[in-house]
């Protein structure tokens, strides 16, 4: 057997002491986003600073490390996986699926105005934070922020469907919320309503449905690991076409959480997005709420900007 090179480890258990904290709290911002539907782990990770360590990380996993596990080389493992920064950070998001997601599904069955005002403030302070993050606006961005606008929009007026429980299926869903879940302004979990499979997994995650539960991994981790690889090409090879991208994908998909809104008649999966007078309900909460959440976002950056420095 190969001797562990312990300082290795040593280095990576230093590390995620220095980082973990920070990194918990922002895989509990990124749990809790995933877990609504219209709200991006991804975008979390953008606001959070670490947007294109999260990328870089997932497709530097190589199929290899099955190889070194079974030869006990646990410090390349860790290298390999950037232990001091995946684990915590994956922490804070099962922390919060596990825990958190229950009571949002019942604030958004219960209070869904207040909710989408809140989500609402989040995208339009995330949309200032990426948007400081492309040098120069050329003509190039804004077609491409165009494109991205369009492609979110659409994506919010799909329609749920029902479908079976058939194992392929989860391990369908798994892909797709595992690709969007990277993707700022793209909703893992609403692609999972659309796709009739968001009750059916929050199901599996309360009650432990460890066969469904296995399914829609093996499709996650299928998923994650493949896109990871082409969208860290474009951040290296792209970085400011595909950041602009990314924000008009963002502004698309405010659509989904736009609070104001009016239903309509005879048709119970389209609405129609109203502006605040026009709107019958809490709406002073409402606009509290969008100013808030758009001020902590601000106040979230600025903190993770003096961490990392």
């Known amino acids: ?30 749990g809790t986003a995933d877990v609504i539907p219209g709200v991006s782990g991804g975008t979390m990770a953008l ?14 996993v190589h199929p290899r490390i099955v190889g070194d596990l079974a030869r006990g080389r646990v410090a390349a493992v860790l290298q390999q996986f950037n232990a001091s920064f995946l684990v915590p ?17 019942y604030l958004l069955a219960h209070h869904p ?21 492309i040098d120069g606006w050329s003509t190039s961005c804004v077609v491409l922020a165009a494109i991205g606008a369009a492609v979110g929009y ?3 007026v799909l329609v749920p469907v029902e479908t079976g429980s058939e194992f392929y299926k989860f391990i369908g869903a798994g892909i797709v919320a595992s690709i969007a879940m990277i993707l700022p302004g793209i909703s893992g979990s609403f692609l999972l309503v659309v796709m009739g499979k968001y009750t059916q997994v929050l199901t599996a995650i309360h009650e432990r449905e460890l066969s469904v539960i296995l399914f829609f991994g093996i ?11 082409v969208l860290k090409r474009l951040l290296a090879t792209h970085h400011t076409a595909t950041m602009a991208f990314l924000t008009g994908l963002m502004a698309g998909s405010l ?18 997005c109203i502006l605040p007078e026009s709107y019958v309900g809490g709406t002073w909460l409402t606009i509290g709420l969008v100013v808030i959440a758009f001020g902590v976002v601000l106040l979230i950056e600025r903190v993770a900007l003096r961490t990392e420095n």
């Open 89 to 105: 950070l994956l922490a804070g998001i099962f922390t919060a699926v596990l825990s958190l997601a229950k009571g949002i599904t």
């Open 255 to 272: 659509r989904k959480v736009w609070p104001f809104r009016r239903p309509i008649e005879g048709d119970l999966d389209h609405y129609v």
């Open 47 to 60: 606001i959070t600073g670490i947007y294109d360590e999260l990328v870089a990380t997932i497709a530097g």
């Open 219 to 229: 499709g996650f981790v299928t998923g994650i690991l493949g896109f990871s690889r």
């Open 154 to 156: 659409a994506i919010t």
């Open 113 to 133: 105005e207040p909710v989408w005002g809140a989500l609402t403030g989040l995208i339009l302070a995330s949309l200032v934070v990426v948007a400081r993050q």
């Open 1 to 30: 057997m190969t001797q562990e090179p312990q300082h290795s480890i040593a280095t990576q258990w230093r590390l995620a002491r220095h980082r973990g904290p920070g990194l918990f709290l922002r895989g509990i911002c990124m």
